[in-house]
């Protein structure tokens, strides 16, 4: 009987390091290995398997077939392959499908394979734990490659964030998480610092393919300069903090933009909805007949309730309230840090609501 718990898988760095491990034990021993231990950050061991072992002499080459568990990861089931020669210290590169890093701000430096730091100090401890077992005082040449790792790269984020001709090896704990918050969060954090690392003075955060989409016909000259923070408002903005931005400014739909006028900065619906009582809330303090009020409880969306906040012709004052809500808890959320507004719209109601600080963001990112 299933328990409903789902299962972990190990990252790409896992992979690449275990492979790296079996291969350099196998140039050492001339044996041929079927499956390797690796030891992970965390200080936990896991026995994988190795497949398509080939040597040529000089070198060892070896795959880890990766594993992400109950996690929907487009690297699932990929070889990760490690190519193991002598040398005099360790050094680690990449091969085939494995991305450059084109853009300031990311774990590599420009024109670096984009192999993280965790995985590459996995990598060398486990060459150099292959080394100790085997009694052998010597370095190694490592080249990590994933043959499909080009073509995959482009179904991912990797171009957009400055990773071009291949898949990055990542991983911060060797785990792969299913439905893992804390990789998506790791995510929004890289391109928060990797935009301040371009010289941007103002985060320009937007939560989906609405946001995005508005910039591009509206204001093209942001458009590509946003990060996308998916329902992390909360956290985006205290990365913006934390990364010491000039200012913030969020653009949204209305639809999940309005829950911030009840301080709601986690938007998924899951997580909370208050879209209704919010417009509500505002209803009251605009002095809305309370009747058409309580018609708004039943709508499904913002841009529903607004159609019949237009037909009361109470549109226009419960959006102002609105605005000066959303705008009052912003302010509270970042403390006097730093200037921080909203842009919201609806394309159905043509409307544009911009908070206090908004106008002079814009013109600054503009500028």
């Known amino acids: 009987m299933s328990t409903g718990k789902l299962r972990s898988g190990y ?8 492979a790296a491990g079996a291969a350099a034990r196998m140039l050492l021993t ?21 497949t398509d072992v080939t040597r040529d002499g000089a070198s060892v080459s070896c795959a880890v077939v990766k594993d992400s568990g109950d996690d929907p990861d487009i690297t699932n ?9 002598r040398g005099e210290s360790v050094t680690i590169t990449g091969g085939e499908g494995i991305g450059r890093v084109t853009k300031p701000g990311l774990d590599q430096p420009v024109g670096a394979y984009a192999i993280n730091s965790v995985p590459r100090q996995m990598i060398a401890q486990a060459v150099q734990s292959a080394a100790e ?3 052998a005082d010597c370095g190694f040449c490592v080249e990590i490659s994933i043959p499909s790792g080009e073509e995959l ?12 001709g291949g898949l990055s090896v990542i991983g911060t704990s060797g785990i792969v998480k299913p439905m893992s918050t804390e990789a998506l969060l790791d995510t929004i954090r890289l391109e928060i610092n990797m935009r301040k690392a371009a010289g941007e003075h103002i985060l320009l955060l937007t939560l989906g393919n609405y946001g995005e989409q508005f910039l591009v ?12 923070c998916s329902n ?3 956290d985006a903005v205290t990365m913006g903090i934390e990364a010491e931005f000039e200012g913030i400014l969020i653009v949204g739909h209305i639809g999940k933009l309005v829950k911030l006028g009840s301080g709601i900065f986690q938007t998924h619906s899951a997580t909370a909805d208050g879209r209704m009582e919010t417009l509500i809330a505002c209803g009251v303090l605009a002095g809305a007949d309370p009747a058409v009020l309580r018609e708004l409880v039943g709508c499904v969306t913002v841009d529903a309730a607004l159609d019949i906040l237009q037909a009361a012709e109470y549109m226009e004052p419960v959006l102002d309230a609105l605005t000066e809500r959303i705008g009052y808890y912003l302010k509270r959320r970042v403390k006097g840090a730093l200037p921080i507004g909203a842009a919201v719209f609806s394309y159905q ?4 609501l911009e908070t206090e600080e908004t106008p002079e963001l814009l013109r600054k990112l503009e500028g």
């Open 30 to 50: 001339g044996e041929t290995l079927r499956e390797t231990e690796i030891l992970l950050p965390a200080g936990k061991r896991l026995l994988l398997p190795v």
């Open 232 to 234: 992390f408002l909360g």
């Open 217 to 228: 016909r509206n204001h093209a000259a942001l458009a590509g300069r946003e990060v996308r």
């Open 153 to 164: 790269a482009k179904k991912t984020y990797n171009p957009h964030m400055g990773i071009e």
């Open 133 to 135: 077992d085997c009694g």
């Open 77 to 85: 089931g990929i070889a990760v392959y490690a190519k193991v020669s």
């Open 349 to 352: 109601h043509d409307i544009w």
């Open 11 to 18: 990252t790409t760095g896992t992979c690449a390091a275990a």
